[in-house]
């Protein structure tokens, strides 16, 4: 089957640096996309890789390993408003998205 | 604001009503979609539309039809639904459906209550 994992919850400190992990099982390989979504709102865009390597678009970078199945979402220099769920998800084989359960962003003062 | 709405925001509904979900895309995009979002569960895709053809239907129950009459407008009609639709429904919409880098946009989503 197919599979998305990533941390259900993680807490950081304002003006700290965070990195929320995803590792993927899928059939086949379109490339990874990282959506945040605040409480009671629509998921928006943060970023799309599909090579190895690192992409960095301001305080967020996002990194994938094409090989170990495994990208991660890098947020710098932490804001309140970061808080937030980070959604994960793949485009398999038949271009169809496969997404992680999110994890929830907990920024403390 | 993603240029996708949705309406109503949200809904309340006993299982003998029949209610419709609307969405409709300013973004020229040629594909949309319906997800449903529960807590703590991944986006579970419903349907996806491609110039108007309905392109996939992962085993939805017949309770939730989906319509759409163009490019630019999606209907979720429910019928006699169950305490456990209840959940965020969620659209989204992209260029085309069959592209690697195709971006979905989403609206802001209908939170569906079924008593």
């Known amino acids: 089957g197919q599979n998305i994992d990533q941390p259900t919850e993680m807490t950081a400190t304002e003006g700290a640096i965070v990195q929320i992990n995803c590792t993927y099982q899928t059939s086949g390989f379109n490339g990874l996309f990282w959506y945040q979504q605040h409480a009671g709102e629509a998921p928006t865009f943060l970023s799309y890789?599909?090579l190895d390597g690192l992409e960095e678009k301001g305080r967020f970078s996002s990194f994938l390993s094409l090989s170990k199945g495994y990208s991660y979402l890098l947020l710098k220099e932490l804001q309140m408003k970061d808080s937030a769920s980070y959604l994960c998800?793949?485009?398999?084989?038949?271009?169809?998205?496969?997404w992680g359960a999110g994890t929830k962003l907990i920024i403390k003062p | 604001e993603t240029g996708v709405t949705q309406t109503p925001r949200h809904l309340v509904m006993g299982m003998t009503n029949k209610k419709s979900l609307k969405c409709e895309q300013h973004?020229?995009?040629?594909?949309m979609y319906w997800y449903k979002q529960s807590a703590k569960k991944p986006l579970e895709l419903m349907f996806v539309?491609?110039?108007?053809?309905?392109?996939e239907n992962n085993s939805v129950p017949s309770r939730f039809s989906p319509e759409c009459p163009n490019s630019s407008h999606l209907f979720l009609h429910l019928h006699t639904l169950q305490p456990e639709d209840s959940a965020l429904y969620l659209c989204a919409s992209s260029q085309d459906s069959g592209g690697g880098s195709d971006t979905q946009y989403f609206g802001p989503g209908t939170r569906l209550t079924v008593l």
């Open positions: 539309y491609n110039f108007k053809e309905q392109t």
């Open positions: 998800a793949v485009m398999d084989s038949n271009y169809q998205l496969i």
């Open positions: 973004l020229g995009h040629n594909a």
């Open positions: 890789n599909v």
